[in-house]
T-cell receptor
Framework: KNEVEQSPQNLTAQEEEFITINCSYS?????LHWLQQHPGGGIVSLFM???GKKKHGRLIATINIQEKHSSLHITASHPRDSAVYIC??????????FGTGTSLTVIP | DTAVSQTPKYLVTQMGNDKSIKCEQN?????MYWYKQDSKKFLKIMFS???????INETVPNRFSPKSPDKAHLNLHINSLELGDSAVYFC??????????FGPGTRLTVL
C-alpha cells in the first residue's frame, strides 16, 4: 500500500466547475505538498502546508492533521487548469512520499 | 534567469554506459533533490542533500550517486546504465526544506 493515496485518479470537469482532489497519507509528516505537472512535463509547487488552509488565487489547499487528509480545491475551473496534480508528504523521518497523481481535464 | 536548470534535456545512451546529469540552482537554496519519474508518471525521491546531510532513498541502486561540487550544484552520476533506468529525472531545490522549485527535467532513454 502506498504511503500517500490520491483520489480520484482521473477527473473531467466542465469549465467553471468547482473541483476537489483528495489526498490521504499514513505516515507522520512535517509538511504536505501539492504539485502541478503540466502536459509539457514541468512541475510547479502549488502549496506546502502543515496545518490549516492556504489560498492562492482560485486554488485552496486544506489539511487535517488528525485525519491525515488534505484536499486541493479549484474554484471556477478553466481549461488551463488541465494538468496532473500530485500530493506529496515530507515525513518526520526525512523521506518524501508521492501520490500517484490526479489527471484533471477541464472542458470548455 | 532560470531558477533551477538541468542539462541535458534529453539523453539517449546505450546500456552499460556511464552518464551524468547536471543540475544548477541560482536561488541560494541550501537543499537540493533528485527525483525519478517513471513511465507511469509516478514520482519517487532519490536523494536530498544539503551541505550537512545526504539522505538516500534506500531503494536507489548504488549505481546512482549524487555529487555536489558546491551549494549551487547537485549532479547525478549513473554507472552501468540499465534499460530500467529510462525515465525523466527532475532536480529541485528548497530553502530549509520548504517550498521546492523544480527543474525542467531530463528525459533519459537507455537503449
Amino acid at each position: 500500500k502506498n504511503e500517500v493515496e490520491q483520489s480520484p485518479q482521473n477527473l473531467t470537469a466542465q469549465e467553471e466547475e468547482f473541483i476537489t482532489i483528495n489526498c490521504s497519507y499514513s505516515v507522520g509528516i512535517s509538511a504536505l505538498h501539492w504539485l502541478q505537472q503540466h502536459p509539457g512535463g514541468g512541475i510547479v509547487s502549488l502549496f506546502m502546508l502543515s496545518s490549516g488552509k492556504k489560498k492562492h488565487g482560485r486554488l485552496i489547499a486544506t489539511i487535517n492533521i488528525q485525519e491525515k487528509h488534505s484536499s486541493l480545491h479549484i474554484t471556477a475551473s478553466h481549461p488551463r487548469d488541465s494538468a496532473v496534480y500530485i500530493c506529496a508528504v515530507s515525513s518526520t523521518g526525512n523521506q518524501f512520499y508521492f501520490g500517484t497523481g490526479t489527471s484533471l481535464t477541464v472542458i470548455p | 534567469d532560470t531558477a533551477v536548470s538541468q542539462t541535458p534535456k534529453y539523453l539517449v545512451t546505450q546500456m552499460g554506459n556511464d552518464k551524468s546529469i547536471k543540475c544548477e540552482q541560482n536561488l541560494g537554496h541550501d537543499t537540493m533533490y533528485w527525483y525519478k519519474q517513471d513511465s507511469k508518471k509516478f514520482l519517487k525521491i532519490m536523494f536530498s542533500y544539503n551541505n550537512k546531510e545526504l539522505i538516500i532513498n534506500e531503494t536507489v541502486p548504488n549505481r546512482f550517486s549524487p555529487k555536489s561540487p558546491d551549494k549551487a550544484h547537485l549532479n547525478l552520476h549513473i554507472n552501468s546504465l540499465e534499460l530500467g533506468d529510462s525515465a525523466v529525472y527532475f532536480c529541485a531545490s528548497s530553502h530549509n526544506r520548504f517550498t521546492q522549485y523544480f527543474g525542467p527535467g531530463t528525459r533519459l532513454t537507455v537503449l
